[in-house]
C-alpha cells in the first residue's frame, strides 16, 4: 500500500519523531509506514488522517489488485 505519509510530513516540515509522538507510535512504524513494508491499522490511519486534517484517502492509496480482491 501507498502513502503520502513522507510528502506530506516534508510540506509541513514535521519530522518522523514528531510524528511518532503526535499519533503514539514509535519512529520505526513511520519509517515502515512510508516505505510501504507496514500496513497502518485503521485507527493508526485516522489519527495520521486527523493529525494532518486530511481523510484516510487522501493519504492512503488503496489499490485492489494489490490486495488480492
Known sequence: M???IQALRKENKVTQNELAD???VT???IISL???RY???LVLAH???QYFGLAIEDIFVFDQEDENI
Open 2 to 4: 501507498e502513502t503520502r
Open 22 to 24: 503526535a499519533v503514539d
Open 27 to 29: 519512529r520505526q512504524t
Open 34 to 36: 512510508e516505505r510501504g
Open 39 to 41: 500496513k497502518a491499522s
Open 47 to 49: 489519527k495520521i488522517a
